[in-house]
């Protein structure tokens, strides 16, 4: 890491959080049927959020606008998660399968929905 991006994380971690904390403020997040719709629940994720390190990649900016339309579709036609690999989702849990290529084993995996 940089001595750029560590003067940086801190900075980048507290105006995403306030900007974070705005939205919910303004009721423009939604986490229906969770805990997090009670503002003391939610910025006790906040707090928990804030106390962790972040990771902050600073990269020399795009030379076009060709540049920029090539890496953004190396991330817009992939899906994270593809539909077959879920196979319950309920009680605001997912379990999901994946394969860990340590071992080249297909594995399940139960995710709560605001895991940290």
Known sequence: MSVYEKRIMPRFRSLFLIALKKLYNDNE???????????????????????????????????????????????????????????????GNAHFSYRDYKDNKKKLRLCRFMDL
């Open 29 to 91: 997040l939604y986490f229906k049927g969770t805990e997090y719709q009670n503002p003391k629940v939610f910025q006790n994720l906040i707090n928990r959020i804030f106390k962790k390190e972040w990771i902050v990649y600073i990269k020399e900016s795009f030379k076009n606008s060709d540049s920029v339309i090539e890496y953004l579709a190396k991330y817009t036609h992939r899906i994270a998660i593809s539909n077959h690999r879920i196979l319950d989702v309920r009680n």
